[in-house]
């Protein structure tokens, strides 16, 4: 597609439950981060692939988060046992190869646990 | 730890005023900083990037300057008009050869006509 593409936009999920968020990077790009972001605050970075690799996984907030990448696109955040202080806006960017350069936003996955 | 720490968090100025937002970071060995601007219920996107071996650039109203010694960056935006209100979000990228990307809180900008 043209741009990063995340689903679902909004999901609104009941305490203790389990949610999966999906990104679909811009076509090429090998670089896949995760960010966070509560209402009114900034990016929490939550964990950056290279390719199918996440050398740093430690913005994960807990064990109950994950995310894995296959075949070097889609990648799927998932979340065990929702909490409530879980509910943000989770936002997935991707960069095409090389060390420095623009990151491409999706639009982001809201999440709000009851 | 990692950190990039952003003052202020928000900026209140006149139309055609100049607005200064100033950004910290804990990394010695960073090398690339660049600034995102958000408008409301909208995606983050880039607007100036500059490279640690770089001083300063500028891109029309925008400009970033880099001290790396004090480790130390900032942006400016000269004639500052109603559309420039938005979030600021500075970035510093770490070293470790994991191109981890860190953002700092963020500056509310409002610029009132």
């Known amino acids: 597609g043209a741009g990063v593409s995340q689903s679902p936009s909004n999901k609104v999920t009941e305490k203790g439950k389990d949610v999966e968020l999906r990104c679909d990077p811009i076509s090429g790009h090998t670089a896949l981060y995760w960010y966070r972001q509560s209402l009114g605050q900034g990016l929490e970075f939550l964990i950056y692939?290279?390719?199918?690799?996440?050398?740093?996984k430690s913005g994960l907030p807990s064990d109950r988060f994950s995310a894995e990448r296959t075949g070097g696109s889609v990648s799927t955040l998932t979340i065990q046992r929702t909490q409530q202080e879980d509910s943000a806006v989770y936002l997935c960017?991707?960069?095409?190869?090389?060390?420095?350069?623009?990151?491409?936003f999706g639009e982001g996955s809201r999440l709000t646990v009851l | 730890g990692e950190n990039v720490e952003q003052h202020p968090s928000t900026l209140s100025v006149q139309e055609g005023d100049s607005a200064v937002i100033k950004c910290t970071y804990s990394d010695s060995a960073s090398n690339y900083f660049p600034w995102y601007k958000q408008e409301l219920g909208k995606r983050p996107q880039l607007i100036i990037d500059i490279r640690s071996n770089v001083g300063e650039k500028k891109d029309q109203r925008i400009a970033v300057t880099l001290n790396k010694t004090a480790k130390h960056f900032s942006l400016h935006i000269t004639e500052t008009q109603p559309e420039d209100s938005a979030v600021y979000f500075c970035a510093a990228q770490f070293s470790g050869g994991y191109n981890k990307l860190i953002f700092g809180a963020g500056t509310r900008l409002a610029v009132h006509p």
């Open positions: 960017a991707s960069r095409p190869q090389g060390e420095v350069g623009e990151l491409f």
């Open positions: 692939f290279q390719g199918n690799s996440a050398p740093d």
